[in-house]
């Protein structure tokens, strides 16, 4: 069974980088798609990114794209969010999940999330 | 967002309810449905329009006609309170897109 768990700190400063971490278990990182969302506070799900095979198929939110970098590490078994120049708008839990084509690119798998607090 | 659902949706406990998803000719696109409780992760509970995930109860179906799809939820439990989603994969932008979501209150 694919279990993935985030990771990183639950407070950031405006204009700083929030940096995120999900780590897999029951599944190799480097041969499937994996992905991450987010609930804004008060908002509906968001789809931020998703990557395969390191980098060689990596794909961004338009509306976040300037501003991600999502990177793999095959030896730990985890895969890792960057989002730079925070601000209110990017408070929110932060999920990683599992995209699964045998089920038309559903998000089958999903991490219990972390709630990012976005503060001076 | 890129797909339209109803704010909100209320259902008396044991009854049926029908949530729906809209706002673009879902063509060939695949619909899925997400469970979202407070305080837990959101759960894949429809994909491709109208199967289930092992683990999601016989009581909830989906389905898809031209521009509408819809989750059905029979004999509705206390444990159905929660947000759902609607989403399919853009294939033009390879993203998945997702909806507004409806927040169910079992009464």
């Known amino acids: 069974q694919v279990h993935l768990e985030e990771a990183g700190p639950g407070l950031v400063r405006p204009s700083e980088t929030l940096s995120l971490t999900c780590d897999v278990s029951g599944a190799s990182v480097s041969i499937y798609f994996w992905g991450w969302v987010r609930r804004p506070t008060g908002r509906g799900l968001e789809w931020i990114g998703r990557l395969y095979n390191s980098t060689t198929s990596l794909n961004y939110n338009p509306s976040l794209k300037d501003r991600v970098e999502l990177s793999m590490n095959t030896i730990q078994n985890q895969f890792s969010l960057r989002l730079s120049s925070v601000t209110d708008a990017d408070a929110g839990v932060y999920y990683c999940?599992?995209?699964?084509?045998?089920?038309?690119?559903?998000?089958?798998?999903w991490g219990q999330g972390t709630t990012v607090i976005v503060s001076s | 967002f890129v797909l339209s659902q109803p704010p909100s949706a209320s259902v008396a406990l044991g009854q049926t309810v029908t949530l729906s998803c809209g706002g673009r000719?879902?063509?060939?696109?695949?619909v899925h449905w997400y469970q979202h409780r407070p305080g837990q992760a959101p759960v894949l509970v429809i994909y491709?329009?109208?199967d289930r995930p092992s683990g999601t109860p016989i009581r909830f179906s989906g389905s898809k006609t031209g521009n509408t799809a819809t989750l059905v939820i029979g004999s509705a439990e206390a444990g159905d309170e929660a947000d759902y989603f609607c989403q399919v994969w853009d294939s033009r932008l390879d993203l998945p897109v997702f909806g507004g979501g409806t927040k169910l209150t079992v009464l």
């Open positions: 491709d329009d109208d």
């Open positions: 000719n879902f063509g060939n696109e695949n």
């Open positions: 999940v599992r995209v699964w084509p045998p089920y038309f690119y559903a998000l089958d798998v």
